[in-house]
């Protein structure tokens, strides 16, 4: 397995397999490229599955275990089933998606090979999803989410971007995931450094607090320094202790939903704990969601030129925030220079 020079193993990747989707959400941030999308139909910049699969085969003799698929909206792709199918074996798979297509392809997607699945869904009520997706696909996405609990998938975790439009709602979701098997919930921290929007940010240090007044059980993950919050319903306000992780199951749903803060923005412990590069659909390899400077692309390029290109690219990764990112004059994140030219001398 390699490991960058902080000493963090790359044991997952991350994999663009288009930039198309039939949402406009509010926040997207296209894997950090940016709002770059395009026509619906297929395009040709678009990484076929033999580009796709050769990269994950070079991925797996560095002992990669994991690969996430995203996109854009990933289901888009005809050929989705078929890049399942040829990921090497020793890989697991997962898949973060809208989930309006799961309707009808939820089953065939498990027999080619998919274990876990991410579905974003911001709020229960219709009109308040059609704002913050500016999508009337709610009731597809419900159905979706049921057709991915039927096919097996466990846990099927729910996306909920937590901003200015969604806080209200986050309660209720909350709520949902207690009261229905199989769902977990995931809140995502705003980016407001990729979205351009740092007016709808919001304190998710609040959240944190108001999760550990009402849970059962809390429960520290080791990647991301991350925290579990076991909830039975937002009523009980007692909580059951602090875990560590491995305390619990994370599939077991029995006693309460689990829900999940993915806060990384000014986070350094987040960045030391990440263990993952990225695909872009293009097939440029980059080192960092927040970077741009740093794709590498795999173009036509044979095995050899790939696993070069994956070396590199794992020995550029830099830590984020506090290091490679400082705070300036103005308390705004800036490139640090001095560290910059270090790492190029």
């Known amino acids: 397995m390699l490991e960058d020079d ?51 085969e070079v991925a797996s003799e560095f002992d990669v275990g994991k690969v996430k ?23 697991e798979v997962s898949l973060t998606t809208n989930g309006t297509f799961l309707p009808g392809r939820a089953p065939e997607l498990v027999e080619a090979g998919l274990e876990r699945v991410n579905v974003s869904q911001d709020a229960l009520d219709p009109e ?26 466990d846990p099927v975790k729910l996306n909920m971007v937590v901003f200015e439009h969604t806080a209200g709602y986050v309660e209720e979701m909350v709520e949902h995931v207690a009261e ?9 921290q705003y980016m407001p450094e990729l979205t351009g929007k740092p ?53 077991d749903s029995s006693d309460g939903g689990m829900v999940e803060i993915v806060d990384p923005v000014e986070n350094p412990q987040f960045c030391a704990n990440c263990h993952r590069v990225r695909v872009t659909h293009e097939g440029y390899l980059k080192g960092c969601l927040n970077r741009n400077d740093d794709l590498r692309s795999m173009g036509e390029m044979t095995k050899d030129e790939i696993r070069e290109t994956f070396r590199e690219t794992v020995a550029n990764r830099v830590p984020y925030y506090g290091e490679y990112m400082v705070r300036g004059d103005d308390d705004e994140w800036e490139i640090n220079d001095e560290y910059v030219g270090n790492a190029e001398a």
Not at 69 to 91: H, W
Request: charged share 30%; hydrophobic share 30%; net charge negative.
């Open 69 to 91: 698929f995203t996109g854009g909206e990933p289901m888009l792709r005809q050929d989705l089933e078929e890049i399942i199918r040829r990921t090497p074996d020793e890989m």
């Open 199 to 251: 007016e709808w940010n919001i304190d998710i240090q609040r959240v944190h607090d108001w999760l550990t007044d009402i849970a059962d059980e809390v429960e520290t993950r080791e990647m991301h320094n991350r925290r579990r919050y076991w909830v039975s319903g937002t009523a009980s306000g007692e909580s059951g202790g602090e875990r560590t992780e491995g305390s619990r199951s994370p599939s």
């Open 128 to 153: 308040a999803f059609a704002e913050v997706t500016q999508s009337g696909a709610y009731d597809k996405v419900i159905e979706g989410v049921h057709a991915a609990v039927d096919a097996g998938l």
């Open 180 to 188: 229905n098997d199989g769902l977990q919930l995931q809140l995502i």
């Open 6 to 56: 902080f000493g963090r193993e790359v044991s997952g990747v991350r994999v663009s397999l288009t930039d198309r989707c039939n949402f406009d959400c509010v926040y997207c941030h296209n894997e950090g490229l940016g709002d770059t999308r395009g026509p619906m139909d297929p395009q040709d910049d678009e990484m076929t599955a033999d580009e796709v699969v050769r990269f994950l």
